[in-house]
């Protein structure tokens, strides 16, 4: 068989995903975080976890409180930067915050968690077998 009457699985997959329009959505939507996080500055940025505009609201997404204050503090910065890069019109600014979990060395420690299902029953059929 001849190579050329074959398309690579490069393009064929290249092709659907340029015609794709959830793949399309998805890269504005990268783009967009891209630009927010640009205009906030690498201290905020690490905080952004989200970006969507909406009905000419920009809605970011950070993980805590603190870090929606700070963006509201440079609120004007923000606004103008991303019109000029996303060419559209913002009139406003909505933040919500996702807390991450914080997890310290003390909660991961066996000694403060009762064990598994999966260990105690483990654990139950090691001793049947030792009998």
């Not at 952004?48 to 000419?56: E, K, N, P, Q, R």
């Not at 963006?71 to 913002?90: D, F, G, P, R, W």
Request: net charge positive.
């Amino acid at each position: 068989m001849k190579r050329d009457k074959f398309e690579s699985l490069t393009s064929i997959v290249s092709r659907n995903l340029i015609n794709n329009p959830v793949s399309a959505r998805l890269s504005r939507q990268t783009q967009l975080l891209r630009h927010v996080k640009t205009a906030l500055g690498p201290t905020i940025s690490a905080h952004c976890l989200g970006a969507s505009i909406t009905d000419s609201t920009l809605t970011v997404t950070l993980d805590s409180p603190t870090w929606a204050t700070r963006l509201h503090l440079q609120q004007q910065h923000v606004v103008t930067i991303i019109q000029e890069k996303e060419n559209q019109t913002i009139h406003d600014i909505k933040t919500r915050v996702r807390q991450t979990p914080k997890i310290s060395i003390e909660d991961i420690s066996q000694d403060n968690h009762e064990p598994s299902v999966a260990t105690t029953h483990l654990d139950e059929i090691k001793r049947k077998l030792n009998r």
